[in-house]
Protein backbone atom coordinates (compact mmCIF):
# COMPACT_ATOMS: atom_id res chain seq x y z
CA UNK A 1 0.00 0.00 0.00
CA UNK A 2 2.77 2.26 0.80
CA UNK A 3 4.64 1.48 -2.48
CA UNK A 4 1.27 2.45 -4.13
CA UNK A 5 0.73 5.85 -2.38
CA UNK A 6 4.14 7.13 -3.62
CA UNK A 7 3.80 6.01 -7.08
CA UNK A 8 0.15 7.49 -7.37
CA UNK A 9 1.57 10.67 -5.51
CA UNK A 10 5.02 11.22 -6.92
CA UNK A 11 5.43 9.06 -9.84
CA UNK A 12 1.62 9.51 -11.77
CA UNK A 13 1.55 12.96 -9.94
CA UNK A 14 -2.00 12.04 -8.40
CA UNK A 15 -1.64 13.68 -4.85
CA UNK A 16 -4.51 15.38 -3.90
CA UNK A 17 -4.90 18.82 -4.85
CA UNK A 18 -6.36 21.82 -2.47
CA UNK A 19 -9.68 20.26 -3.27
CA UNK A 20 -8.96 16.74 -2.64
CA UNK A 21 -8.89 15.67 -5.95
CA UNK A 22 -5.82 14.00 -7.97
CA UNK A 23 -3.20 16.69 -9.22
CA UNK A 24 -2.99 15.54 -12.30
CA UNK A 25 -5.68 13.68 -13.44
CA UNK A 26 -7.84 16.52 -12.93
CA UNK A 27 -6.23 18.93 -14.96
CA UNK A 28 -3.63 20.17 -12.72
CA UNK A 29 -1.03 22.35 -14.52
CA UNK A 30 2.01 20.10 -15.50
CA UNK A 31 5.45 21.62 -16.92
CA UNK A 32 7.99 20.00 -18.87
CA UNK A 33 11.57 19.43 -17.10
CA UNK A 34 14.43 19.52 -19.51
CA UNK A 35 16.71 17.01 -17.08
CA UNK A 36 14.13 15.08 -16.63
CA UNK A 37 12.59 14.46 -20.31
CA UNK A 38 9.33 14.79 -18.61
CA UNK A 39 6.74 17.01 -17.08
CA UNK A 40 6.16 17.81 -13.46
CA UNK A 41 3.68 19.39 -11.37
CA UNK A 42 3.82 23.37 -11.48
CA UNK A 43 5.57 24.85 -8.80
CA UNK A 44 7.88 21.67 -8.29
CA UNK A 45 11.90 21.54 -9.49
CA UNK A 46 14.44 19.15 -9.76
CA UNK A 47 17.96 18.75 -7.78
CA UNK A 48 20.57 16.05 -6.90
CA UNK A 49 20.54 13.64 -4.39
CA UNK A 50 23.31 15.11 -2.83
CA UNK A 51 21.49 17.88 -2.05
CA UNK A 52 18.86 17.30 0.14
CA UNK A 53 21.03 14.59 1.94
CA UNK A 54 24.72 13.36 2.60
CA UNK A 55 25.69 9.49 1.18
CA UNK A 56 29.04 8.21 3.56
CA UNK A 57 29.82 4.49 3.20
CA UNK A 58 30.22 2.41 6.45
CA UNK A 59 33.34 1.17 8.01
CA UNK A 60 36.09 -0.68 6.14
CA UNK A 61 36.34 -4.10 6.81
CA UNK A 62 39.03 -5.43 8.62
CA UNK A 63 40.01 -9.19 9.80
CA UNK A 64 37.07 -10.90 11.59
CA UNK A 65 39.34 -11.59 14.81
CA UNK A 66 39.33 -7.86 15.06
CA UNK A 67 36.10 -7.63 15.76
CA UNK A 68 35.52 -9.97 18.06
CA UNK A 69 35.22 -9.74 22.01
CA UNK A 70 35.51 -12.46 24.32
CA UNK A 71 33.31 -11.07 26.66
CA UNK A 72 30.83 -11.11 23.81
CA UNK A 73 30.45 -7.36 24.44
CA UNK A 74 30.37 -4.50 22.42
CA UNK A 75 28.07 -2.96 19.33
CA UNK A 76 26.51 -5.68 16.71
CA UNK A 77 28.24 -5.54 13.34
CA UNK A 78 26.09 -5.25 10.61
CA UNK A 79 28.21 -7.40 7.37
CA UNK A 80 26.90 -6.74 3.94
CA UNK A 81 25.99 -10.71 3.69
CA UNK A 82 23.70 -9.20 6.37
CA UNK A 83 21.29 -7.97 3.09
CA UNK A 84 18.13 -9.80 2.49
CA UNK A 85 16.22 -10.03 -0.24
CA UNK A 86 12.69 -10.13 1.75
CA UNK A 87 10.03 -7.51 1.15
CA UNK A 88 10.92 -6.04 4.50
CA UNK A 89 11.87 -2.62 4.25
CA UNK A 90 13.91 -3.29 7.85
CA UNK A 91 17.03 -5.01 8.48
CA UNK A 92 17.80 -6.64 11.60
CA UNK A 93 20.60 -8.86 12.27
CA UNK A 94 20.05 -13.16 12.54
CA UNK A 95 23.62 -14.13 13.49
CA UNK A 96 25.21 -10.74 15.49
CA UNK A 97 28.88 -10.12 14.64
CA UNK A 98 30.08 -8.47 17.74
CA UNK A 99 32.82 -5.84 17.65
CA UNK A 100 34.28 -4.19 20.51
CA UNK A 101 34.00 -0.85 22.05
CA UNK A 102 37.02 0.85 20.52
CA UNK A 103 35.53 0.19 16.82
CA UNK A 104 32.02 2.51 17.55
CA UNK A 105 33.66 5.40 16.28
CA UNK A 106 33.84 4.06 13.17
CA UNK A 107 29.97 4.48 11.50
CA UNK A 108 27.17 3.77 13.98
CA UNK A 109 24.16 3.53 12.89
CA UNK A 110 20.96 4.10 15.01
CA UNK A 111 17.25 2.83 14.14
CA UNK A 112 15.47 3.91 11.62
CA UNK A 113 18.50 4.81 9.73
CA UNK A 114 18.18 5.00 5.83
CA UNK A 115 20.68 2.39 4.40
CA UNK A 116 21.93 1.36 0.69
CA UNK A 117 23.74 -2.15 -0.26
CA UNK A 118 26.59 -1.07 -1.90
CA UNK A 119 27.66 -3.71 -2.98
CA UNK A 120 27.24 -7.52 -3.67
CA UNK A 121 23.66 -7.36 -4.43
CA UNK A 122 23.76 -3.49 -4.62
CA UNK A 123 20.94 -0.50 -4.41
CA UNK A 124 18.58 -2.49 -1.97
CA UNK A 125 17.31 0.31 0.65
CA UNK A 126 16.96 -0.65 4.17
CA UNK A 127 16.35 0.99 7.45
CA UNK A 128 17.87 -0.24 10.44
CA UNK A 129 15.66 -1.96 13.00
CA UNK A 130 19.05 -1.53 15.76
CA UNK A 131 21.99 0.48 16.28
CA UNK A 132 24.84 -1.48 14.91
CA UNK A 133 28.68 -0.74 13.00
CA UNK A 134 27.95 -1.25 9.57
CA UNK A 135 30.66 -2.64 6.82
CA UNK A 136 31.53 -0.44 3.97
CA UNK A 137 29.40 -2.55 2.18
CA UNK A 138 26.74 -0.45 2.75
CA UNK A 139 25.88 3.27 2.49
CA UNK A 140 24.68 5.34 4.89
CA UNK A 141 21.87 7.78 4.12
CA UNK A 142 21.96 11.07 6.23
CA UNK A 143 21.26 14.46 7.21
CA UNK A 144 17.66 15.03 5.43
CA UNK A 145 14.36 16.61 6.70
CA UNK A 146 12.26 14.07 8.30
CA UNK A 147 9.43 14.54 6.16
CA UNK A 148 11.60 13.24 3.38
CA UNK A 149 12.50 9.65 4.79
CA UNK A 150 10.25 7.66 3.46
CA UNK A 151 10.06 9.67 0.15
CA UNK A 152 14.02 9.20 -0.63
CA UNK A 153 13.14 5.44 0.67
CA UNK A 154 11.01 4.65 -2.31
CA UNK A 155 13.12 6.89 -4.51
CA UNK A 156 16.17 4.40 -3.72
CA UNK A 157 13.70 1.57 -4.76
CA UNK A 158 12.63 3.16 -8.11
CA UNK A 159 16.24 4.11 -8.59
CA UNK A 160 17.38 0.69 -8.39
CA UNK A 161 17.89 -0.78 -12.02
CA UNK A 162 19.73 2.51 -12.93
CA UNK A 163 21.93 1.94 -9.99
CA UNK A 164 22.42 -2.03 -11.19
CA UNK A 165 23.22 -1.18 -14.43
CA UNK A 166 26.16 1.71 -13.65
CA UNK A 167 27.62 -0.81 -10.88
CA UNK A 168 31.36 -1.85 -11.55
CA UNK A 169 32.91 -5.17 -11.08
CA UNK A 170 33.20 -8.53 -12.67
CA UNK A 171 32.46 -10.48 -9.80
CA UNK A 172 31.35 -8.24 -6.61
CA UNK A 173 29.15 -5.42 -8.31
CA UNK A 174 29.87 -2.01 -6.18
CA UNK A 175 27.46 0.55 -7.24
CA UNK A 176 29.27 4.14 -8.16
CA UNK A 177 28.66 6.30 -5.13
CA UNK A 178 28.45 9.51 -7.31
CA UNK A 179 26.01 8.40 -9.21
CA UNK A 180 23.43 8.09 -6.56
CA UNK A 181 24.59 11.16 -5.03
CA UNK A 182 24.20 13.26 -8.73
CA UNK A 183 20.56 10.98 -9.38
CA UNK A 184 18.15 14.22 -10.31
CA UNK A 185 15.47 13.68 -7.70
CA UNK A 186 12.10 15.66 -7.88
CA UNK A 187 11.93 18.36 -4.70
CA UNK A 188 8.51 17.78 -3.43
CA UNK A 189 7.07 20.83 -1.33
CA UNK A 190 7.18 19.75 2.59
CA UNK A 191 3.17 20.14 2.02
CA UNK A 192 2.86 16.75 0.31
CA UNK A 193 5.81 15.30 1.67
CA UNK A 194 4.42 16.33 5.34
CA UNK A 195 0.97 14.66 4.45
CA UNK A 196 2.84 11.34 2.74
CA UNK A 197 4.87 11.05 5.71
CA UNK A 198 1.68 10.87 8.18
CA UNK A 199 -0.12 8.19 6.10
CA UNK A 200 2.78 5.63 5.92
CA UNK A 201 4.55 6.60 9.02
CA UNK A 202 2.30 3.90 11.39
CA UNK A 203 2.12 1.22 8.13
CA UNK A 204 6.29 1.42 8.69
CA UNK A 205 5.79 1.27 12.21
CA UNK A 206 3.28 -2.02 11.45
CA UNK A 207 5.85 -3.43 9.30
CA UNK A 208 8.75 -3.02 11.93
CA UNK A 209 6.71 -4.91 14.01
CA UNK A 210 6.68 -7.93 11.50
CA UNK A 211 10.28 -8.02 10.96
CA UNK A 212 11.33 -8.38 14.70
CA UNK A 213 8.27 -11.04 14.94
CA UNK A 214 9.80 -12.76 11.83
CA UNK A 215 13.46 -12.58 13.51
CA UNK A 216 11.76 -14.15 16.51
CA UNK A 217 10.88 -16.64 14.95
CA UNK A 218 13.68 -17.70 13.07
CA UNK A 219 15.38 -17.78 16.52
CA UNK A 220 12.92 -20.21 17.76
CA UNK A 221 13.70 -22.58 14.59
CA UNK A 222 17.28 -22.33 15.07
CA UNK A 223 16.83 -23.73 18.85
CA UNK A 224 14.16 -26.04 18.16
CA UNK A 225 15.65 -27.70 14.76
CA UNK A 226 18.18 -29.88 16.93
CA UNK A 227 15.61 -30.88 18.88
CA UNK A 228 13.97 -31.70 15.88
CA UNK A 229 16.91 -33.51 14.55
CA UNK A 230 17.67 -36.02 17.63
CA UNK A 231 13.79 -36.92 18.33
CA UNK A 232 13.11 -34.79 21.11
CA UNK A 233 10.15 -33.33 19.41
CA UNK A 234 8.10 -34.40 16.46
CA UNK A 235 6.09 -32.90 13.78
CA UNK A 236 3.09 -34.21 11.62
CA UNK A 237 3.60 -36.85 9.22
CA UNK A 238 4.35 -35.49 5.57
CA UNK A 239 1.40 -37.10 4.81
CA UNK A 240 -0.83 -35.46 6.88
CA UNK A 241 -2.43 -32.49 4.02
CA UNK A 242 -4.35 -30.31 6.05
CA UNK A 243 -5.18 -26.83 7.61
CA UNK A 244 -4.92 -25.41 11.18
CA UNK A 245 -7.82 -26.60 12.48
CA UNK A 246 -7.84 -30.07 10.62
CA UNK A 247 -4.11 -30.07 12.58
CA UNK A 248 -5.75 -29.72 16.23
CA UNK A 249 -7.91 -31.96 15.80
CA UNK A 250 -5.21 -34.86 15.30
CA UNK A 251 -3.36 -33.17 17.93
CA UNK A 252 -6.40 -33.34 20.61
CA UNK A 253 -6.91 -29.58 20.24
CA UNK A 254 -11.18 -28.99 19.74
CA UNK A 255 -11.24 -25.49 20.39
CA UNK A 256 -8.55 -23.10 18.91
CA UNK A 257 -9.06 -21.41 22.18
CA UNK A 258 -7.22 -23.74 23.90
CA UNK A 259 -4.27 -23.75 21.07
CA UNK A 260 -3.64 -19.90 22.19
CA UNK A 261 -4.37 -20.66 25.80
CA UNK A 262 -1.23 -23.56 25.29
CA UNK A 263 0.58 -21.25 23.10
CA UNK A 264 0.66 -18.41 25.49
CA UNK A 265 1.81 -20.66 28.56
CA UNK A 266 4.37 -21.97 26.47
CA UNK A 267 5.57 -18.78 25.72
CA UNK A 268 5.35 -17.46 28.87
CA UNK A 269 7.62 -20.11 30.60
CA UNK A 270 10.72 -20.31 27.53
CA UNK A 271 12.53 -18.12 29.93
CA UNK A 272 11.99 -20.75 33.17
CA UNK A 273 11.75 -24.29 31.13
CA UNK A 274 14.80 -25.89 29.28
CA UNK A 275 13.38 -26.95 25.63
CA UNK A 276 12.47 -30.76 26.96
CA UNK A 277 10.88 -29.78 29.45
CA UNK A 278 8.37 -26.91 27.47
CA UNK A 279 7.45 -29.81 25.27
CA UNK A 280 6.86 -32.30 28.52
CA UNK A 281 4.71 -29.31 29.41
CA UNK A 282 2.68 -28.71 26.01
CA UNK A 283 1.67 -32.54 25.95
CA UNK A 284 0.39 -32.53 29.61
CA UNK A 285 -1.77 -29.07 28.67
CA UNK A 286 -3.18 -30.48 25.70
CA UNK A 287 -4.26 -33.75 27.77
CA UNK A 288 -5.55 -31.63 30.94
CA UNK A 289 -7.57 -29.04 28.61
CA UNK A 290 -9.45 -31.71 26.43
CA UNK A 291 -12.85 -31.74 28.56
CA UNK A 292 -13.26 -28.63 28.92
CA UNK A 293 -14.33 -25.71 26.20
CA UNK A 294 -12.76 -21.96 26.54
CA UNK A 295 -14.48 -19.71 25.96
CA UNK A 296 -13.08 -16.11 24.85
CA UNK A 297 -14.31 -13.03 27.61
CA UNK A 298 -16.27 -10.26 25.58
CA UNK A 299 -13.46 -8.12 26.20
CA UNK A 300 -11.12 -10.38 24.01
CA UNK A 301 -13.90 -10.53 21.96
CA UNK A 302 -14.30 -7.16 21.01
CA UNK A 303 -11.00 -6.46 20.90
CA UNK A 304 -10.99 -9.25 18.33
CA UNK A 305 -13.98 -7.83 16.39
CA UNK A 306 -12.15 -4.33 16.79
CA UNK A 307 -8.77 -5.91 14.74
CA UNK A 308 -10.50 -7.83 12.30
CA UNK A 309 -12.86 -4.36 11.65
CA UNK A 310 -9.31 -2.01 11.16
CA UNK A 311 -7.93 -4.71 9.24
CA UNK A 312 -11.15 -3.98 7.06
CA UNK A 313 -10.81 -0.75 6.84
CA UNK A 314 -7.30 -0.28 5.95
CA UNK A 315 -8.10 -3.28 2.91
CA UNK A 316 -11.03 -0.82 1.40
CA UNK A 317 -8.22 2.03 1.83
CA UNK A 318 -6.05 0.29 -0.26
CA UNK A 319 -8.64 -0.53 -2.99
CA UNK A 320 -9.04 3.23 -2.92
CA UNK A 321 -5.86 4.11 -3.54
CA UNK A 322 -5.82 1.68 -6.31
CA UNK A 323 -8.60 3.39 -8.32
CA UNK A 324 -11.45 1.42 -7.06
CA UNK A 325 -14.90 3.80 -7.60
CA UNK A 326 -16.47 4.13 -4.15
CA UNK A 327 -19.79 1.61 -5.72
CA UNK A 328 -17.11 -1.11 -5.80
CA UNK A 329 -15.67 0.15 -2.71
CA UNK A 330 -18.89 -0.13 -0.92
CA UNK A 331 -19.49 -3.95 -2.52
CA UNK A 332 -16.18 -4.80 -1.04
CA UNK A 333 -17.03 -3.46 2.40
CA UNK A 334 -20.40 -4.59 2.64
CA UNK A 335 -19.30 -8.03 1.18
CA UNK A 336 -16.26 -8.32 3.86
CA UNK A 337 -18.32 -7.03 7.15
CA UNK A 338 -20.99 -9.53 6.51
CA UNK A 339 -17.82 -12.28 6.68
CA UNK A 340 -16.95 -10.92 10.15
CA UNK A 341 -20.09 -10.92 11.81
CA UNK A 342 -20.10 -14.28 11.30
CA UNK A 343 -16.51 -15.50 12.74
CA UNK A 344 -15.55 -14.22 16.39
CA UNK A 345 -11.95 -15.43 15.46
CA UNK A 346 -9.42 -12.98 14.49
CA UNK A 347 -8.32 -13.50 10.94
CA UNK A 348 -5.29 -15.66 11.18
CA UNK A 349 -7.11 -17.74 12.52
CA UNK A 350 -9.47 -18.09 9.83
CA UNK A 351 -9.79 -21.45 7.90
CA UNK A 352 -10.36 -22.84 5.05
CA UNK A 353 -13.18 -24.65 5.90
CA UNK A 354 -15.50 -22.08 7.55
CA UNK A 355 -15.30 -19.90 4.93
CA UNK A 356 -16.55 -22.99 2.27
CA UNK A 357 -19.04 -23.48 4.94
CA UNK A 358 -19.83 -19.78 4.94
CA UNK A 359 -20.26 -19.79 1.42
CA UNK A 360 -22.70 -22.60 1.27
CA UNK A 361 -24.57 -20.90 4.01
CA UNK A 362 -24.66 -17.61 1.95
CA UNK A 363 -26.17 -19.47 -0.97
CA UNK A 364 -28.67 -21.55 1.14
CA UNK A 365 -30.01 -18.85 2.95
CA UNK A 366 -30.50 -16.02 0.15
CA UNK A 367 -30.67 -18.48 -2.54
CA UNK A 368 -27.93 -17.00 -4.31
CA UNK A 369 -27.16 -17.44 -7.81
CA UNK A 370 -23.76 -19.30 -8.54
CA UNK A 371 -22.66 -16.19 -10.25
CA UNK A 372 -23.31 -13.92 -6.73
CA UNK A 373 -21.47 -16.56 -4.80
CA UNK A 374 -18.63 -16.45 -6.76
CA UNK A 375 -18.35 -12.80 -6.19
CA UNK A 376 -18.40 -13.37 -2.32
CA UNK A 377 -15.83 -15.89 -2.98
CA UNK A 378 -13.95 -13.40 -5.09
CA UNK A 379 -13.64 -10.44 -2.89
CA UNK A 380 -12.52 -12.50 0.19
CA UNK A 381 -10.27 -14.23 -1.78
CA UNK A 382 -8.85 -10.34 -2.72
CA UNK A 383 -8.86 -9.64 0.74
CA UNK A 384 -7.18 -12.60 2.34
CA UNK A 385 -4.45 -12.31 -0.73
CA UNK A 386 -3.97 -8.78 0.53
CA UNK A 387 -3.33 -9.92 4.44
CA UNK A 388 -1.02 -12.28 3.25
CA UNK A 389 0.88 -9.87 1.27
CA UNK A 390 0.95 -7.40 4.03
CA UNK A 391 2.47 -10.24 6.24
CA UNK A 392 -0.68 -10.11 8.99
CA UNK A 393 -1.61 -13.72 8.21
CA UNK A 394 0.90 -16.44 6.60
CA UNK A 395 -1.10 -18.02 3.99
CA UNK A 396 -4.45 -16.79 2.28
CA UNK A 397 -7.38 -19.69 3.34
CA UNK A 398 -9.67 -18.81 0.43
CA UNK A 399 -6.40 -20.32 -1.99
CA UNK A 400 -8.11 -23.71 -2.00
CA UNK A 401 -11.50 -22.51 -2.81
CA UNK A 402 -11.92 -22.84 -6.86
CA UNK A 403 -14.04 -20.53 -8.47
CA UNK A 404 -17.60 -21.17 -8.67
CA UNK A 405 -18.67 -22.28 -11.98
CA UNK A 406 -21.67 -21.00 -13.53
CA UNK A 407 -24.04 -21.65 -16.16
CA UNK A 408 -22.99 -20.27 -19.53
CA UNK A 409 -26.78 -18.64 -20.60
CA UNK A 410 -27.27 -17.18 -24.23
CA UNK A 411 -28.27 -13.65 -22.47
CA UNK A 412 -31.34 -11.96 -24.64
CA UNK A 413 -30.86 -8.45 -26.80
CA UNK A 414 -33.63 -6.26 -27.90
CA UNK A 415 -34.62 -7.17 -31.61
CA UNK A 416 -35.43 -4.18 -34.52
CA UNK A 417 -39.12 -5.24 -34.08
CA UNK A 418 -38.53 -4.41 -30.18
CA UNK A 419 -36.86 -1.44 -30.42
CA UNK A 420 -40.20 0.02 -33.03
CA UNK A 421 -42.40 -1.30 -30.60
CA UNK A 422 -40.68 1.22 -27.87
CA UNK A 423 -40.00 3.89 -29.64
CA UNK A 424 -43.77 3.86 -30.84
CA UNK A 425 -44.79 3.34 -27.34
CA UNK A 426 -42.95 7.26 -26.58
CA UNK A 427 -44.96 9.76 -25.85
CA UNK A 428 -42.36 12.22 -24.61
CA UNK A 429 -39.27 13.36 -26.71
CA UNK A 430 -37.02 12.45 -23.90
CA UNK A 431 -37.97 9.27 -23.86
CA UNK A 432 -37.31 8.43 -28.02
CA UNK A 433 -34.13 10.42 -27.33
CA UNK A 434 -33.08 7.94 -24.16
CA UNK A 435 -33.80 4.88 -26.53
CA UNK A 436 -31.78 6.01 -29.50
CA UNK A 437 -29.05 7.18 -27.43
CA UNK A 438 -28.50 4.23 -25.32
CA UNK A 439 -28.96 1.59 -28.49
CA UNK A 440 -26.05 3.74 -30.73
CA UNK A 441 -23.64 4.30 -27.53
CA UNK A 442 -24.04 1.70 -25.46
CA UNK A 443 -22.82 3.74 -22.66
CA UNK A 444 -23.79 2.37 -19.03
CA UNK A 445 -26.25 3.57 -17.12
CA UNK A 446 -24.05 5.29 -15.10
CA UNK A 447 -22.25 6.95 -17.59
CA UNK A 448 -25.40 8.06 -19.12
CA UNK A 449 -26.57 9.94 -15.84
CA UNK A 450 -23.31 12.10 -15.64
CA UNK A 451 -23.85 13.39 -19.29
CA UNK A 452 -24.42 17.02 -19.49
CA UNK A 453 -25.58 18.79 -22.64
CA UNK A 454 -22.28 20.67 -23.04
CA UNK A 455 -20.38 17.11 -23.44
CA UNK A 456 -22.50 16.32 -26.64
CA UNK A 457 -20.88 17.14 -29.88
CA UNK A 458 -23.75 17.29 -32.54
CA UNK A 459 -21.53 17.60 -35.65
CA UNK A 460 -19.09 14.89 -35.04
CA UNK A 461 -21.96 12.82 -33.42
CA UNK A 462 -19.97 11.99 -30.26
CA UNK A 463 -19.35 12.47 -26.69
CA UNK A 464 -16.94 12.04 -24.02
CA UNK A 465 -18.19 9.69 -20.94
CA UNK A 466 -16.06 8.83 -17.69
CA UNK A 467 -16.61 5.13 -17.22
CA UNK A 468 -15.53 2.64 -14.79
CA UNK A 469 -12.12 3.40 -12.91
CA UNK A 470 -12.72 7.01 -13.82
CA UNK A 471 -11.82 6.35 -17.26
CA UNK A 472 -12.54 8.32 -20.25
CA UNK A 473 -13.46 7.64 -23.57
CA UNK A 474 -15.47 8.99 -26.70
CA UNK A 475 -18.76 7.23 -27.58
CA UNK A 476 -20.82 8.17 -31.11
CA UNK A 477 -24.49 7.93 -32.07
CA UNK A 478 -26.05 7.53 -34.87
CA UNK A 479 -28.27 10.14 -37.00
CA UNK A 480 -31.31 9.21 -35.53
CA UNK A 481 -30.02 9.68 -32.11
CA UNK A 482 -28.90 12.79 -33.32
CA UNK A 483 -32.32 14.49 -34.65
CA UNK A 484 -33.89 13.31 -31.16
CA UNK A 485 -31.53 14.73 -29.30
CA UNK A 486 -31.89 17.73 -30.78
CA UNK A 487 -35.62 17.88 -30.47
CA UNK A 488 -35.05 16.81 -27.22
CA UNK A 489 -32.90 19.57 -25.75
CA UNK A 490 -34.94 22.22 -27.85
CA UNK A 491 -38.52 21.63 -25.81
CA UNK A 492 -36.75 22.17 -22.60
CA UNK A 493 -36.92 25.30 -20.69
CA UNK A 494 -35.31 24.72 -17.34
CA UNK A 495 -31.38 25.26 -16.62
CA UNK A 496 -30.35 22.21 -15.43
CA UNK A 497 -27.11 21.25 -17.14
CA UNK A 498 -27.80 17.28 -17.65
CA UNK A 499 -28.66 15.83 -20.44
CA UNK A 500 -31.67 14.07 -19.55
CA UNK A 501 -33.97 15.32 -16.56
CA UNK A 502 -37.14 14.04 -15.13
CA UNK A 503 -40.35 15.46 -17.18
CA UNK A 504 -41.88 16.75 -14.27
CA UNK A 505 -40.63 20.14 -12.13
CA UNK A 506 -37.74 20.92 -11.34
CA UNK A 507 -36.44 19.33 -13.76
CA UNK A 508 -33.76 17.20 -11.66
CA UNK A 509 -31.14 15.45 -13.28
CA UNK A 510 -32.18 11.84 -14.08
CA UNK A 511 -30.49 9.05 -11.71
CA UNK A 512 -29.98 5.36 -12.47
CA UNK A 513 -32.83 4.31 -10.95
CA UNK A 514 -34.98 7.11 -12.52
CA UNK A 515 -33.96 5.71 -15.86
CA UNK A 516 -34.59 1.78 -14.91
CA UNK A 517 -37.89 2.54 -14.00
CA UNK A 518 -39.09 4.71 -16.75
CA UNK A 519 -37.52 1.81 -19.36
CA UNK A 520 -39.22 -1.04 -17.40
CA UNK A 521 -42.66 0.84 -17.55
CA UNK A 522 -42.51 1.88 -21.59
CA UNK A 523 -41.37 -1.92 -21.94
CA UNK A 524 -44.75 -3.18 -20.49
CA UNK A 525 -46.40 -0.79 -22.19
CA UNK A 526 -44.87 -2.07 -25.70
CA UNK A 527 -45.16 -5.42 -24.06
CA UNK A 528 -41.00 -6.40 -24.41
CA UNK A 529 -40.53 -8.13 -21.80
CA UNK A 530 -37.16 -7.69 -19.12
CA UNK A 531 -36.23 -4.06 -20.92
CA UNK A 532 -33.27 -2.74 -18.76
CA UNK A 533 -30.28 -0.12 -19.71
CA UNK A 534 -27.60 -2.82 -19.72
CA UNK A 535 -29.57 -5.01 -22.43
CA UNK A 536 -29.54 -1.80 -24.90
CA UNK A 537 -25.41 -2.17 -24.36
CA UNK A 538 -25.21 -5.57 -25.40
CA UNK A 539 -27.70 -5.03 -28.20
CA UNK A 540 -25.66 -3.03 -29.48
CA UNK A 541 -22.18 -5.19 -29.34
CA UNK A 542 -24.16 -7.90 -30.71
CA UNK A 543 -25.33 -5.59 -33.74
CA UNK A 544 -21.13 -4.28 -34.06
CA UNK A 545 -20.16 -8.09 -34.58
CA UNK A 546 -22.89 -9.43 -36.46
CA UNK A 547 -22.16 -6.02 -39.13
CA UNK A 548 -18.40 -7.30 -38.72
CA UNK A 549 -17.07 -4.45 -36.90
CA UNK A 550 -13.77 -6.02 -35.26
CA UNK A 551 -14.12 -7.57 -32.18
CA UNK A 552 -10.78 -4.65 -30.89
CA UNK A 553 -12.98 -1.82 -31.85
CA UNK A 554 -16.30 -3.32 -30.26
CA UNK A 555 -13.88 -3.62 -26.83
CA UNK A 556 -12.51 -0.13 -27.51
CA UNK A 557 -15.99 0.88 -27.85
CA UNK A 558 -17.58 -0.40 -24.74
CA UNK A 559 -14.82 0.56 -22.86
CA UNK A 560 -13.47 -3.15 -21.92
CA UNK A 561 -9.64 -3.54 -20.22
CA UNK A 562 -10.13 -7.11 -21.56
CA UNK A 563 -11.35 -8.13 -24.63
CA UNK A 564 -12.98 -11.71 -22.52
CA UNK A 565 -15.23 -9.08 -21.22
CA UNK A 566 -16.40 -8.07 -24.51
CA UNK A 567 -17.54 -11.74 -25.92
CA UNK A 568 -19.57 -12.13 -23.12
CA UNK A 569 -21.63 -9.48 -24.21
CA UNK A 570 -21.57 -10.13 -27.34
CA UNK A 571 -24.09 -12.67 -28.63
CA UNK A 572 -23.85 -13.41 -32.48
CA UNK A 573 -26.95 -14.04 -34.39
CA UNK A 574 -27.65 -17.42 -34.98
CA UNK A 575 -28.70 -17.10 -38.17
CA UNK A 576 -25.03 -15.30 -38.93
CA UNK A 577 -23.54 -18.25 -37.88
CA UNK A 578 -25.49 -20.94 -40.33
CA UNK A 579 -25.17 -18.56 -43.41
CA UNK A 580 -21.68 -18.61 -42.29
CA UNK A 581 -21.23 -22.15 -42.19
CA UNK A 582 -23.09 -22.95 -45.37
CA UNK A 583 -20.24 -20.16 -47.23
CA UNK A 584 -17.04 -21.51 -45.24
CA UNK A 585 -17.84 -25.26 -45.02
CA UNK A 586 -20.42 -25.91 -46.79
Not at 48 to 63: E, L, M, T, W, Y
Not at 136 to 152: A, C, Q, R, S
Not at 515 to 533: D, N, T, Y
Request: charged share 25%.
Amino acid sequence: MARQLYDYWFVQFDFPDENGKPYKSSGGKMVWNERLKREIPEGWSVGSFQDICKVNRGASPRPIDDFMDDTNTGMPWLKISDATSTESPYIHLIKESIIPEGIRKSVTVTPETLIVSNSATPGIPKFMGITACVHDGWLVVTKYKDPLKYYLFFFIQDLRNMLVNTASGSVFKNLKTDYLKQAPIIITPEIHLSKFDSIIKPLMAELRNKSVERINLMHQRDELLPLLMNGQVSVMPPEVNCDLSERNDILGIKNSMKNKLIDSVIANMGDMLSPQELFALRKVLVREVEGYEIIPTPDNENKTKKANDDLATQFISAKRIEGCSEKTLNYYENTIRAFLDKTSKELHDVTTNEIRRYLSDFQAKRNSSKTTVDNVRRILSSFFSWLEDEDYIVKSPVRRIHKVRSELTVKETISDEHLEKLRDTCTELRDLALIDFLVSTGVRVGELVTLNRSDIDFNERQCVVLGKGNKERTVYFNARAKVHLQNYIATRSDSEAALFVSLAAPHNRLTISGVESRLRQLGKQAKVCRIHPHKFRRTLATMAIDKGMPIEQVQRLLGHCKIDTTLHYAMVNQTNVRNAHRKFIG
